[in-house]
């Protein structure tokens, strides 16, 4: 149809005409390699509407996929979401696009446009990786729209209101384009430019253009009404998402349309109700309450309820909502009235505590360092200037040598060649404020680093610093930088860390070296909770700045939206709510929704900040009738937590109206916390009931692989038999509440006999472990290595002629090397997991120790990797007082290899501590096992008839004797006159015994190394008490050497326990210990050199075998190293295997290893002091093979890897500095010394 209009020729167009057509034929000259006649045809049809066949014609090309892909590179990849400017060279043919676009109307009619739109459609059409964003507009019009507003216009552009390099582009334009199609399609138009149609979220800003050009708000509000229909006509989320991004770039445009933004608010889509609510709640209340309150009497049940949600955020007046709740007959709206009433209530209880009194705060001065700092900045440079100099030279030495040219040091060793003395002095009085950044760096040549300013911390480090120096520092440094330029500033320097954040904001405003201030220093503190414990001692520094900026917290929490951050994180917010004085009213109660929702984090983090609240149960007792079942569960979990035995009436009848289990449960733990005797509810006829009606619900998806039929026969305290029916539904309700520390499965768990909760504990346990770990078979695992071997070994030799020198081992491998490869990795596949199951872990509260320290202890060993399911198993122990299981605990608190687990057992440990009413350190003490030995140290075996007596000799070894005393090797078989099953059980618990010898022993010679290191101090009468009169602990203590301290540190006596009981000193003097003194374990860095001989010349005559070695290790003078670093064994040769042997021997695990496999240094936590030891080398390479190794350095810090914030020497524990150093000796003496051409054995 458009093609018989009547149009413009080209002799009318305001350019000339060949220079039209050169462009065109420009653009499809490729196409002559498909059919030489094509570019000359099209351009024909495009600049004059002739040789219309053409469109047929290349159709029929592009209708084979070879074709279409070959067209699609001749062609230059047009539509493509990729802009052309992210290549380096723009090819001619682009740029010939790129001026098509530019030129446009100016040198083109609209026909002729179409007419080039239509004819690259058609490849655009058959492109299956370019997805349209609207069906609704035809296909030629996004083509223009894809190459003319993303192919060829850069990926990002700073100007938001306008479109650099298409200022002659309008909406009109598309809009007569359309018209010229069809009348009546023009008004299809704003689908192009919001629909999203068939695009992911991470797609949305190669669209950016779309809303920008010339004229489209005009054009909008000329066609609001449309505008406002876009969702309903079937605009996509994420086009609704673009359209309310484009209302909040203008506030007037809002204004206009609050309505609309409200029935967004309302929207099914999170996304868009998100986004909509957030900017609802920037406007005027006055404008948004009725809007709101609209939608409570006109709408759907579900508008109707979130209606009532988003009004109870805003109002303080239940009265809206009191009416509404009177005419409502729907039940999920008339719980969610009542929920957002008792918010309400809460907020307006909030408004009675005391006003919040924002403390002023007193600017910092810019004071001026003194002359002594320009003699620092000499001294720094000097010494920087003779480093890079040796680096450089050594560059130069290599590329001749290996024959390169790298210039990476002598491009940084040239610039500062330049530096004059006068420009030194300039920097000093540009850091004093008497010289402009912009006038200083006129001096410099732009490549100078001005790392030299920060060496050593020299000028940090003087008293006259400040804020105001090291931000100008910074300028140097980094540039004027953005919001992430202050984050690098406060991570790294501990003096910004002492000021107020309003003190800080202050100095930079007078600086004037970040735009929007307030973002760049709230961003480490919205995104992130790790810096706020800084301010434990006074928040007022940190939420006093988010109070006078409380836009910032709008935005966090979704009260207006994100302006500048992004990923934003609620719990930290909520944190920096809960250190205000008074929680702002405002927020109140949208903290109670959060405090009631899905996000586990957040709601605890809510949960805490409202408990200030007066009388906050009330409320939450409201919600325990909530139409949700989550939020019905958060609030009797919460109400648990709150303790108000007023609640108890709540409770109980929430619990009788209550139909789902998962809800029931959290009820009934609710009232066993706060004191109610739930004992009504335990009964085997009750329990019994539960579970008929519990198996005939749907059972938990993904668990069919549970075998009920092996449950063993269990009983019931008294001894009754349990009826199996119980047991699975305990299973059953334990997967559906997926917690595996879960109190209502413990409180039935504890309803059983102790055997019985043995027994279940091992059988969940077990079945958890075997489903989770299920691998192919021998037989699957040799059959797929017969199938891939011959590929993947012609791979192997492809790889080494191609380059050998990355895959040596590659050079000789044989098909029986691969065909072991595969089969190895076939073999260690998971088939399944069983962490969706994780909740039955509940059921293990009551095993046996041994048990779960054995069956635990080789999963981690063997499994290590599966993180997940590691914790799950943990999280049901915090409730067993079993002390093998305690020890594990403290165990692997102190040291192990995954972080996240380390500190989940850290957690249950606090738990189990808090629980018990002791501080971890006696817990450890307190609860050390026996491994069946009574107080005289012996293991009595009763066959009945008979009775073997177990004991350990000097060297911890068991030894067997009969009741005549007579030495036996092993224990005997039953006779026939003997109790078969006695004399099983007396083996077994040998058996048991000596497995929790062999942990006991590896845990208590850690505790005591790591209580050596911290220097740890006992009370005297809790060392008498738990350790000296334990049957192995009191026999472990007598191969170490102690110290009796008095009251202020100082040394009174040192001691070594004896066999007898007594303590004697190393002149053989016997000793008594004062009851009000603390003890602690001797070491050479704590005594003298005399003392310490002594004891050497002791335990030597004594012939004691010490656990470890307590005076080897002398702590040498550590004043010569600096910045907490000691390097005295720099450059010291060894090999990967040798260090790594040396370091794991003395308990050291391996770094994390960066992009590509690579690590560069081991480390040993001490987990009482939160310190690491930091051992640095060269590096090695996962998987690891024997290569050259260079030793660097030791340092301490309190994060792993952390060498920037480096602990002072001089603050670290004596004992520990000097064990860290001497293992890094012992790395050293492994070596082959010192190597002067270390840097020439570095492989990289």
Not at 207 to 215: A, P
Not at 835 to 847: F, P, Q, V
């Amino acid at each position: 149809m458009g093609e018989q209009r009547n149009m413009k020729t080209t002799e009318q167009l305001s350019i000339n005409s060949n220079g039209s057509k050169q462009l065109i034929n420009t653009i499809f000259k490729p196409l002559s390699e498909l059919d030489k006649s094509l570019p000359e045809r099209v351009t024909q049809y495009i600049l004059h509407g002739d040789e219309i066949d053409v469109l047929a014609d290349f159709d029929k090309l592009c209708q084979k996929s070879a074709n279409v892909d070959k067209i699609y590179e001749l062609l230059r990849g047009p539509a493509d979401l990729y802009s052309l400017y992210n290549y380096h060279n723009i090819h001619p043919l682009q740029k010939a696009r790129i001026n098509f676009y530019k030129h446009w109307t100016d040198a083109y009619t609209p026909e002729q446009i179409i007419r080039f739109a239509r004819f690259s459609a058609i490849l655009f059409d058959h492109l299956s990786d370019i997805k349209r964003i609207s069906e609704q507009i035809p296909s030629w019009l996004m083509y223009l729209l894809y190459d003319g507003l993303i192919t060829t216009l850069p990926s990002y552009s700073k100007n938001k209101d306008k479109i650099e390099r298409r200022e002659n582009w309008s909406i009109q334009q598309l809009h007569q384009f359309l018209e010229i199609e069809q009348a009546g399609l023009g008004e299809k138009l704003l689908f192009a430019i919001f629909d999203r149609q068939n695009i992911f979220e991470s797609y949305l800003h190669h669209f950016q253009y779309f809303t920008r050009l010339n004229g489209l708000l005009t054009y909008i509000q000329e066609r609001i009404e449309l505008f406002k229909q876009l969702p309903s006509l079937g605009l996509a989320p994420l086009g609704q998402i673009e359209q309310l991004n484009y209302i909040y770039r203008y506030p007037e445009f809002q204004l206009q349309l609050v309505d609309f933004i409200a029935m967004q608010a309302l929207n099914t889509c999170k996304q868009v109700s998100k986004l909509a609510t957030e900017i609802l709640f920037n406007l005027p209340v006055e404008l948004v309450q009725p809007q709101l309150q609209h939608f409570l009497t006109s709408s759907s049940a579900k508008e109707r309820a979130n209606a009532t949600i988003l009004l109870s955020r805003i109002i303080s007046e239940p009265t809206i909502l009191q009416q509404a709740l009177a005419n409502e007959t729907n039940k999920t709206v008339i719980a969610t009235l009542e929920s957002a009433l008792s918010r309400i209530e809460t907020a307006n209880a909030a408004k009675q505590q005391a006003e919040l009194v924002i403390p002023s705060f007193e600017p910092l001065v810019d004071t001026p360092l003194p002359i002594t700092a320009r003699d620092v900045i000499h001294q720094n440079f000097d010494e920087f200037l003779t480093e890079r100099k040796t680096l450089m030279e050594d560059e130069l030495e290599k590329n001749q040598r290996y024959k390169r040219r790298q210039t990476y040091y002598q491009d940084r060793y040239k610039p500062l060649q330049t530096v004059t003395s006068k420009s030194l002095d300039n920097i000093f009085e540009y850091l004093n404020g008497k010289i402009e950044s912009s006038v200083l760096l006129q001096e410099f040549d732009k490549n100078v680093d001005f790392d030299f300013l920060v060496t050593k911390n020299r000028l940090v480090n003087l008293p006259e610093f400040t804020l105001f120096h090291l931000l100008r520092i910074n300028e140097l440094l980094k540039g004027p930088g953005g919001y992430y330029c202050f984050e690098y500033i406060y991570s790294r320097y501990d003096i910004v860390k002492n000021f107020d954040l309003r003190q800080i904001a202050d100095v930079i405003v007078k600086l004037n070296f970040y735009p929007e201030v307030e973002y760049a220093i709230a961003l480490q503190f919205l995104t992130s909770d790790y810096y706020h414990d800084i301010y434990e001692n006074e928040p007022y520094k940190l939420w006093a700045f988010f109070a006078e900026n409380d836009f910032l917290i709008d935005q966090a929490l979704g009260f207006a939206p994100p302006k500048v951050l992004n990923r934003l994180d609620k719990v930290s917010v909520i944190k920096i709510l809960q250190l205000f004085p008074t929680i702002p009213t405002k927020y109140v109660a949208y903290l109670f929704e959060l405090a009631l929702g899905e996000s586990k984090p957040v709601r605890y983090a809510a949960q805490h900040a409202l408990k200030r609240i007066p009388n906050i149960h009330n409320q939450v007792e409201q919600a325990l009738s909530s139409s949700k079942f989550e939020a019905r569960i958060a609030a009797a979990n919460w109400l648990a937590e709150l303790g108000q035995k007023s609640s108890i009436k709540a409770l109980n009848v929430a619990l009788k109206k209550e139909k789902r289990e998962t809800v029931q449960a959290a009820i009934l733990v609710a009232l066993e916390k706060i004191g109610e005797d739930i004992s009504q509810h335990l009964t085997p006829k009750k329990l019994l009931d539960d579970a008929q009606k519990g198996l005939k619900g749907k059972k938990a998806a993904d668990f069919d692989w549970f075998d009920f039929n092996l449950i063993p026969t269990l009983t019931w305290q008294n001894g009754d038999k349990v009826d199996s029916q119980i047991i699975e539904w305990w299973i059953c309700l334990a997967v559906k509440l997926k917690d595996p520390a879960n109190p209502l499965l413990t409180i039935y768990n504890q309803l059983l006999s102790i055997q019985s909760q043995r027994q279940l504990g091992e059988f969940i346990l077990q079945s958890f472990i075997k489903q989770d770990t299920l691998n192919p078979s021998l037989e699957e695992a040799e059959g797929k290595a017969g199938l891939e071997a011959n590929m993947r070994l012609r791979q192997y030799i492809a790889d080494y002629k191609r380059y050998p020198d990355l895959y040596p081992h590659y050079k000789n491998i044989t098909y029986e090397q691969v065909f072991e490869e595969i089969k190895k990795e076939t073999l260690a596949t998971y088939l399944g997991t069983a962490i969706k199951a994780k909740g039955m872990l509940a059921l293990t509260c009551g095993i046996e120790g041994q048990v779960a320290v054995s069956l635990l202890s080789s999963f981690m060993k063997n499994h290590y990797q599966r993180r997940a399911q590691i914790e799950a198993m943990l999280d049901p122990l915090a409730n067993s007082d079993d002390p093998m299981i305690i020890q594990l605990l403290l165990s692997l608190a102190r040291r192990y290899r995954t972080a996240s687990i380390q500190e989940k057992a850290r957690h249950l440990v606090e738990r189990i501590a808090e629980r018990l009413g002791w501080t971890t350190d006696e817990l450890a003490d307190r609860t050390i096992s026996t491994a069946g030995l009574d107080d005289n140290g012996l293991l009595i075996l009763d066959y009945g008839e008979r009775t073997f007596i177990a004991s350990l000799d000097d060297k911890f070894k068991w030894q067997l004797k009969n009741a005549d005393g007579e030495k036996i090797k092993a224990l005997p078989e039953a006779r026939k006159s003997e109790n078969a099953e006695l004399v099983k059980e007396a083996k077994k618990q040998f058996s048991n015994s000596k497995k929790e010898l062999n942990q006991l022993l590896t845990m208590q010679i850690s505790r005591f190394y790591e209580a050596m290191c911290a220097e740890r101090q006992w009370q005297v009468e809790d060392w008498q008490k738990y350790l000296q009169p334990h049957p192995i602990v009191g026999r472990l203590i007598q191969r170490l050497v102690w110290l009796e301290l008095d009251n202020n540190g100082q040394i009174v006596n040192s001691f070594r326990p004896t066999e007898d009981g007594s303590l004697i000193t190393n002149q053989d003097d016997e000793i008594l210990l004062d009851q009000n003194h603390f003890i602690t374990v001797a070491h050479s860095a704590l005594l003298s050199s005399d003392d310490t001989a002594k004891w050497q010349a002791h335990l030597k005559d004594y012939k004691v075998n010490p656990l470890f070695e307590q005076f080897g290790a002398l702590l040498s003078d550590m004043s010569k190293f600096k910045d907490g670093i000691i390097d005295d064994r720099l450059g010291w040769l060894t090999d990967s295997f040798t260090l790594r042997d040396v370091l794991k021997k003395l308990g050291y695990e391996r770094d994390n290893s960066e992009d590509g496999g690579y690590f560069y240094s081991y480390y040993k936590y001490f987990n009482s002091l939160n310190i690491y030891i930091n051992i640095e080398f060269s590096g090695s390479m996962l998987p690891e093979e024997k290569i050259p190794a260079v030793l660097y350095n030791l340092y301490f810090s309190n994060k792993k890897g952390f060498k920037d914030s480096a602990i002072a020497l001089d603050k670290l524990p004596k004992v520990l500095l000097a064990e860290g150093y001497a293992n890094y000796m012992a790395v050293a003496n492994a070596s082959s010394g010192f190597d002067p051409n270390w840097k020439d054995k570095l492989i990289w």
